[in-house]
């Protein structure tokens, strides 16, 4: 098995099963079934995405990503953010301090007025609905519509070298007991009737973090199935990702998994390719 080696027709191979949408766990199995050693299947899979990955972001020009990379701290402009764990395909961070305790509990007090049944985007028609896949209460903040929300902003702005006004307002949601958010995919999915009047606001989103406000008794990570990834939820604690391409290749299915006791409050900011409007 160790003679086994990565050719042209199975790297074609791959990359017409991540087209078509399969999932990660899904080739793999495939190939062992075809007889593929899992030592190479994993070395052509992790090949073909890393290449996939640079030709998405030349494509697509630059992204939303840390100010330094390679820090384990960086500065944001006006905190001292630290990166716990990182990855880069999927290009995933988890960092904290990126929300003081003072913050989280006004973004809630302030939120909490406002809260209504949670919606998804409706990529079929452009608009928005309610969803069963989503559990939530939420509300979204005008961009800069308060000193607290425009300081957050300039402060992802610099964390992630990206403008402040290509971003959509600050969404704060509410988990309570059994609530949660099936996996899924931000971006827009292409192939719907309605993306297209929903990307004249600003582009494709390209990149998201999830902020949260406190910590929930048990339960409420957030996951990452793609990848066998679960980012517990801690106040002032956050999650980033970056999707080049509105496509499941760019391995970003995640979710949020049910509220177990307590509740969850998390405040998301979405990235866009443009000035959103």
Same mark, same amino acid.
């Given at each position: 098995?160790?003679?086994?080696? /990565?050719?042209? !027709? ?9 087209? &078509? ?6 080739? =793999?199995?495939?190939?062992? &079934?075809?007889?593929?050693? $899992? ?5 052509? *899979?992790? %090949?073909? *995405? =890393?290449?996939? *990955?640079? %030709? ?35 290009? /995933?961070?988890?960092?904290? @301090?990126? *929300? ?9 007090? +302030?939120?909490?007025?406002?809260? !209504?049944?949670?919606?998804?985007? &409706? ?7 309610? @969803? ?12 800069? $519509?308060?000193?607290?929300? %425009?300081? /957050? ?5 610099? =964390? ?5 006004? @290509? ?5 704060? +949601?509410?988990?309570?007991?059994? &609530? ?17 009047? /929903? +990307? ?6 390209? %990149? ?23 980012? @517990? !939820? ?25 509220? $177990?006791?307590? $509740? ?9 390719? !443009?000035?959103?409007?």
């Amino acid at each position: 098995m160790s003679a086994q080696e /990565i050719t042209p !027709a199975l790297r074609q191979w791959i990359e017409e099963q991540t087209d &078509a949408g399969h999932a990660v766990e899904a080739v =793999l199995s495939s190939m062992h &079934a075809s007889g593929w050693s $899992e030592d190479v299947a994993l070395s052509a *899979l992790e %090949a073909v *995405l =890393l290449d996939r *990955l640079s %030709a998405q972001r030349a494509d697509q020009g630059r992204l939303p990503d840390l100010v330094r990379p390679g820090a384990s701290e960086v500065w944001a402009h006006d905190r001292h953010i630290q990166v716990l764990v990182q990855t880069t395909c999927p290009r /995933i961070a988890v960092l904290s @301090n990126v *929300l003081s305790p003072q913050e989280c509990q006004d973004l809630m007090a +302030l939120a909490r007025p406002r809260l !209504a049944r949670s919606e998804t985007v &409706a990529t079929e028609t452009g608009g928005s609905e309610v @969803n069963e896949a989503r559990t939530s209460q939420g509300m979204f903040f005008e961009r800069g $519509e308060s000193e607290l929300c %425009a300081r /957050i902003e300039q402060r992802i702005a610099a =964390l992630f070298q990206w403008p402040v006004e @290509n971003g959509e307002g600050i969404q704060v +949601l509410r988990y309570g007991p059994g &609530a949660q958010y099936k996996p899924h995919y931000d971006y827009f999915d292409p192939a719907q009737s309605g993306t297209t009047s /929903i +990307l004249r606001r600003g582009g494709q989103r390209v %990149a998201t973090l999830v902020m949260y406000l406190n910590t929930p008794q048990a339960g409420g990570a957030t996951i990452f199935p793609d990848i066998g990834l679960e980012v @517990n !939820a801690m106040a002032g604690h956050a999650v980033f990702f970056a999707y080049g391409t509105p496509h499941p290749s760019s391995q970003t299915l995640h979710g949020g998994l049910a509220v $177990e006791s307590g $509740e969850k409050w998390v405040a998301t900011k979405w990235m866009r390719q !443009a000035r959103f409007e």
